[in-house]
C-alpha cells in the first residue's frame, strides 16, 4: 500500500453549519431468540451539509438505513431501541421529540425516498391522492392549491400529463415512473434533508442515471443535503461529494470522495473496490471479506505515526493491539485533516482524542 499523505482542505468562503449531525448513534434490537441484543448500530457518527451529498456504503446489515430510518424516527420501539448517541437536525436533538412533533419534520423538512416504490405506495390510492395528503400535511393550504402543488411536483420530476396522470393508480405506472413519484412526493413540501434509500434499486442502468441527474438538478436548485444509502461505487463515484463507509454497525471510513477512492485507507473499503470487475483486468474470481480478514499486510496505516491499527471484529492473529482499559476496542481516527478511519482503541489514540467527522465540502464538477 503506498504511504498516505496529508491533505490540506482548501480555504472556504463561510463554512455552512451541518444540516444534520449524528453523534455516536448506537441502536439496538430485541433478540427473538431470548439471547442478548442485536446491536445493529454501535456509535455511528456523520454530518451532512446544505447542498452537500453524502454517500453511505457497506454491504447489507451494515446499519446503513437502520441510521437513516432513525433521522425519521421510524424504527419500530419495541424491538427497536436507541441506546446511545444524538441526531441534531437544524441543531436540534430529533432524537428527544415526540409522535407529534416528528410528524411535522417527517416528511415536511426531512423527506425519504424508499428502496422499493411499489411496497412504498399505497395500492387502493391515487398517486395524486398520496402526494397530495403529504402537502396537506405539512403546509397551509387549501384543496385546490394542494392540487396544483402536486401537479408541479410531478411536472418537476420529469412525469409527463402531470395532472392526467394524478389519477392513475401506481400499478399503472413504470418501476422508473413509481421512482420519480416517490421523489416528487418526497420534494412536494421543499425538504432541508432528503435521505435516499438505494433509491435506483432495480432499475436498468438509463434509468438509474435519469433518476441521479434528476436528484442532482433538483439539489442545486433547492440547495438540500443529501443522505445517499447504496450499494454502487459508481453511483458514489458520480455522485457523492464526501463518502462514509459502514461494517458490522460502524464508520470504518470518512473521506471525501476522490481521496476515498485514490487512497483507500481500511482492509474493508479496499476490499470493497477490489471486488469490482474491471475490464482493463483479468480475474477468475472477485475478493472476498475472508481473503481481505485474513490478511495482516491489509492492517496497515502506512505513513502515520502511532499505534495505527484498523479495527475489525476479528483480524487475524497477532494483529490487535492492546486496547486501552475500560473502554470500547473501536475508535474513529482523524488520520489527516480530511480523513477518518476506524481503528483499535489502544492507549495511542485514547490519548489523542479526534473530533467527529465533519467535511464541508463540494465537489468542483458538481
Request: aromatic residues 6%.
Amino acid at each position: 500500500m503506498e504511504a498516505a499523505t496529508t491533505t490540506t482542505v482548501p480555504a472556504a468562503a463561510a463554512k455552512t453549519k451541518p444540516i444534520l449531525e449524528v453523534a455516536d448513534l448506537a441502536v439496538s434490537f430485541a433478540n427473538s431468540a431470548g439471547g442478548p441484543r442485536i446491536q445493529a448500530v454501535a456509535g455511528v457518527s456523520m454530518t451532512v451539509h446544505p447542498n452537500q451529498t453524502l454517500a453511505v456504503v457497506g454491504e447489507s446489515g451494515c446499519g446503513k438505513s437502520v441510521t437513516a430510518m432513525s433521522t425519521m424516527q421510524l424504527i419500530p420501539r419495541p424491538p427497536g431501541r436507541f441506546d446511545r448517541g444524538s441526531i441534531l437536525f437544524e441543531g436540534e436533538d430529533i432524537l428527544s421529540y415526540t409522535e407529534s412533533q416528528m410528524l411535522k419534520v417527517r416528511g415536511g423538512k426531512i423527506a425519504m425516498i424508499f428502496q422499493e416504490p411499489m411496497t412504498s405506495l399505497n395500492p387502493v390510492y391515487t398517486i395524486g391522492d398520496q402526494i397530495i395528503e403529504a402537502i396537506l400535511l405539512h403546509q397551509k393550504v387549501g384543496a385546490d392549491e394542494a392540487w396544483k402543488l402536486a401537479v408541479r411536483a410531478m411536472q418537476d420530476v420529469g412525469i409527463p400529463k402531470a395532472e392526467e396522470r394524478m389519477r392513475a393508480y401506481p400499478h399503472q405506472f413504470s418501476g422508473g415512473m413509481r421512482q420519480r413519484v416517490m421523489i416528487a412526493m418526497a420534494l412536494a413540501c421543499q425538504p432541508t434533508l432528503l435521505l435516499a434509500d438505494e433509491p435506483t434499486t432495480a432499475l436498468d442502468v438509463t434509468i438509474q442515471a435519469q433518476i441521479l441527474e434528476l436528484l442532482r438538478e433538483l439539489q442545486r436548485t433547492r440547495g438540500m443535503g443529501i443522505m445517499l444509502i447504496t450499494h454502487n461505487l459508481g453511483v458514489v463515484a458520480e455522485n457523492a461529494d464526501v463518502v462514509c463507509v459502514m461494517y458490522a454497525g460502524r464508520v470504518v471510513e470518512y473521506a471525501r470522495v476522490f481521496e476515498l477512492f485514490d487512497n483507500p485507507l481500511h482492509p474493508y473499503t479496499r476490499g470493497l473496490f477490489n471486488s469490482i470487475p474491471l475490464l482493463s483486468t483479468r480475474k477468475h474470481r472477485l475478493t472476498t471479506v475472508e481473503e481481505v480478514v485474513n490478511d495482516p499486510a491489509q492492517f496497515k496505516l502506512a505513513g502515520f505515526a502511532g499505534d495505527l491499527v484498523p479495527w475489525w471484529p476479528d483480524p487475524p492473529k497477532g494483529v490487535r493491539p492492546d486496547v486501552a482499559r475500560d473502554r470500547d476496542e473501536y475508535a474513529l481516527v482523524q488520520v489527516a485533516p480530511t480523513r477518518w478511519v476506524g481503528c483499535f482503541n489502544s492507549p495511542w489514540v485514547e490519548s489523542h482524542a479526534s473530533p467527529r467527522p465533519d467535511l464541508d465540502y463540494r465537489r468542483e464538477d458538481a
